[in-house]
């Protein structure tokens, strides 16, 4: 039973460029959530995602970020214009109402 | 005033101690606690899940929370250096927890000495 896979897990951009990270749920789950951990901080939340709907956007940053999950695939976080402060690990997380259930990761650096 | 506190540590601890780790909120909406575990570099894994006030158990954890005084409690018998890792307390306005953004403590380092 296969957890909630993220990829790539480690991901490195430029100053201007685009980010794509990639979260497929564990096997039944329908709900998604992304999660920022900057250095020295705590897990926060930016996004909740059902199939095709955004349910709560409310810890996204106004610019640059967005969100999707599209009927078939897996949910993406995008972050445009990529700047050092975005330097950070992002987690997805997925349930099925249930207690939320975490990946492993994307490290995404910005030089 | 931070809607969660925890306090980071680092908490060192002897092999065999227990070891209680503690988050207090200011938010009364909260009605879901959980508390997760992360190893370094890699993904939080949920260890444990309440939403009543009061104790519960499972195997050498022992999650409290206490409502009156939102103040939430981790407990870990029988501590092994396989312990060592950073817990993050997380609470949820929802029932469940799963229908809602999760609000995380920082996190407290805890270390096992052998």
């Known amino acids: 039973n296969a957890g909630v896979m993220q990829n790539p897990r480690h991901l490195v951009r430029r100053r201007g460029q685009e980010a794509r990270l990639r979260c497929s749920p564990m096997k039944g789950h329908s709900h998604v959530y992304w999660y920022r951990q900057l250095p020295e901080e705590g897990l926060k939340f930016m996004v909740y995602l059902q199939k095709e709907n955004i349910i709560d956007e409310s810890g996204m940053p106004k610019e640059r970020f967005s969100a999707e999950f599209p009927k078939e695939g897996p949910s993406i976080l995008r972050i445009q214009q990529v700047v050092r402060g975005d330097s950070a690990a992002y987690f997805c997380?997925?349930?099925?109402?249930?207690?939320?259930?975490f990946g492993p990761g994307t490290r995404l650096l910005v030089l | 005033q931070k809607e969660v506190e925890q306090d980071p540590g680092p908490l060192s601890v002897p092999e065999g101690a227990i070891v209680s780790l503690n988050c207090t909120y200011s938010?009364?909406?909260?009605?879901?606690f959980m508390w997760y575990r992360q190893y370094s570099r890699k993904g939080p894994e949920l260890l444990m899940y309440?939403?009543?006030?009061g104790n519960k158990e499972d195997g050498r954890f022992t999650a409290q929370v206490d409502k009156s005084s939102k103040y939430i409690s981790l407990f870990i018998r029988d501590s092994q250096p396989s312990d060592s890792a950073t817990y993050l307390c997380a609470m949820s306005e929802v029932t469940g927890g799963g229908a809602d953004g999760l609000t995380f403590g920082k996190g407290t380092h805890l270390i096992i000495q052998p």
């Open positions: 309440t939403y009543s006030s």
């Open positions: 938010n009364s909406a909260f009605q879901y």
């Open positions: 997380a997925s349930s099925s109402l249930e207690t939320q259930y």
